[in-house]
């Protein structure tokens, strides 16, 4: 069975900081993995994703993520973080294979302090 | 693209009462997903469909919960009867992908959500 595990229920940092969200998962054979962030009201964004090839993968607003497959975790970093990024984020995983089931992390609450 | 349509925004109902939640996918996607989330559970996969087709609804918690897809452009969710505990944010996602295959459009495309109370 899959599973995500996402050990932070909030992080705090202070802007212009680096930040780090962390998740680990648990899926049968390669996985996909997924970052999404959630403002408030609103319905899930999609961040970045690894499929296969380079271990660190660059999305959108600055994010990074980093896919490490011996300790099964797929870490969010962004080197300097900014008020706006303040947000639930969800980490997300797929297995490959076969079938489209999408398990997502409890999430993880970004607040960036000025 | 309007991008994934959920209908109500809000629905506010009583104990016992019916209640459908309504989506439209994003046009050409082929998968449809439907989510619930809670402060308690997080963000739960209830049922996806692919082409129309319900593959896996193991997470859909009981018989009162069901869901039809009924064309590639719209699907309901219905809880008949709502108890107080159905209370949550539902969204709903649409995606297009190939299983097995490296494709670039395999994230998912959210909806706003319906935010549900059963008094």
């Known amino acids: 069975a899959q599973s995500v595990a996402q050990p932070e229920d909030q992080v705090n940092v202070a802007e212009g900081n680096p930040l780090t969200v962390k998740c680990t998962y648990s899926v049968s054979g390669n996985p996909y993995l997924f970052w999404y962030v959630q403002y408030p009201n609103r319905g899930l964004q999609f961040l970045l994703k690894?499929?296969?090839?380079?271990?660190l993968v660059k999305g959108s607003y600055g994010f990074e993520a980093e896919f490490n497959k011996s300790q099964t975790s797929f870490h969010l970093k962004k080197p300097s973080a900014l008020v706006s990024d303040s947000a639930l984020y969800f980490c997300a995983v797929r297995a490959n294979t076969g079938g489209f089931k999408t398990i997502f992390g409890a999430g993880t609450r970004l607040f960036v302090k000025a | 693209d309007a991008g994934v349509i959920q209908s109500p925004r809000h629905e506010v109902t009583e104990m016992g009462q019916e209640v459908t939640l309504r989506c439209k996918p994003i046009?050409?996607?082929?998968?449809l997903f439907w989510y619930r989330q809670t402060m308690m559970r997080g963000l739960e996969l209830l049922i996806y469909?692919?082409?129309?087709?319900?593959?896996?609804d193991s997470g859909m918690p009981e018989d009162r919960f069901s869901a039809k897809m009924p064309n590639a452009s719209f699907s309901t969710l219905k809880i008949q009867p709502s108890e107080p505990r159905d209370s949550a944010v539902y969204f709903c996602a649409s995606s297009s992908g190939t299983e097995g295959i490296v494709a670039a459009n395999e994230k998912l495309f959210f909806g706003s959500g319906t935010q549900l109370s059963v008094l």
């Open positions: 690894y499929i296969t090839g380079d271990n």
């Open positions: 046009s050409g996607h082929d998968y």
């Open positions: 469909f692919n082409n129309n087709v319900p593959i896996d």
